[in-house]
């Protein structure tokens, strides 16, 4: 079983706010993955005494946690429930109803021997990869739905943020888990997968250098680490060309790869 995660703030003065996990329990041939991007405030109120680290900490320690003992869960009904373990942390001194409270995309991934099921809220990406090749993206697209225009106003994006018809963050609002993207796969039909934050997935979706399936190959040959370094160099190279495509010169990036074990 080979399991690799990589993680690199967008900035040297700023901390990284995605946080990642893989978990193999020494026993069976089940697992776990976790990837939270904590969603940067912008300048200004969020209600909240706390930062984005605190939260995504807490977020995806109760993910974590949960996966592992709540095997008879499924992945929607832990999310509620990491939501509401970590709403219960900071409702005492925080204004849990502010549009801006701490929030995070999730991906959320889980096997045994049987099946994997995956979890996807947000604009972060889990990719499948079967036996003879194919990756399949699981992906939240609502995101990406909003006009650039739109996410470029504060205003006008906080009257999307989780609200109907917009997109949806985990937040403070335990409801939201079924507004995730959730399957099971047999785990027959599962050799390997990965999840990524965006600032790893513009790799594709930013710069074109390859679809999923190419990404998934960089992932097996240089591992993760591999990845967030060209995509740094990529980053790097358009700042000096002019840099046009980007909003963000660096996000903070994370990548985590998985191969199952044989059966
Ligand atoms: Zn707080």
């Known amino acids: 079983m080979r399991s690799e995660v990589a993680s690199l703030p967008g900035s040297p003065e700023r901390p990284n706010e995605d946080w990642v996990a ?7 041939s089940g697992g776990t993955l976790v990837l939270l991007d904590g969603v940067t405030p912008p300048a200004g109120d969020d209600g909240c005494v706390h930062t984005v680290p605190w939260f995504t900490a807490r977020l995806g320690g109760a993910l974590t946690e949960l996966s592992g003992s709540r095997r008879d869960m499924p992945l929607s009904e832990i999310l509620s429930l990491a939501i509401r373990r970590t709403a219960d942390a900071h409702r005492h001194t925080c204004d849990l109803s502010h549009v801006r409270t701490p929030q995070a995309t999730v991906v959320l991934a889980r096997w045994d021997e049987a099946s994997v099921e995956h979890l996807v809220l947000s604009d972060s990406a889990l990719l499948l990869e079967s036996p003879d090749g194919t990756v399949r993206a699981v992906l939240d697209d609502r995101l990406d739905r909003v006009p650039a225009e739109v996410l470029r106003s504060l205003e006008a994006t906080d009257r999307l943020r989780n609200r109907e018809g917009g997109f949806f963050t985990a937040a403070a609002d335990p409801e939201v888990a079924a507004r995730a993207v959730t399957g099971t796969t047999p785990r027959a039909e599962v050799r390997a997968l990965a999840a990524l934050s965006d600032g790893a997935s513009r790799w594709v979706e930013l710069f074109g250098e390859g679809d999923w399936t190419d990404c998934f190959g960089v992932l097996r ?7 967030l370094r060209r995509v740094r160099a990529l980053e790097a190279a358009d700042a000096r060309a002019g840099g046009a495509r980007r909003w963000k010169l660096h996000d903070d990036a994370t990548a985590a790869y998985a191969e199952l074990p044989g059966r």
Do not use: C, D, I, M
């Open 221 to 227: 040959k240089e591992g993760p680490v591999g990845l």
């Open 22 to 28: 893989a978990v193999l329990p020494a026993s069976g």
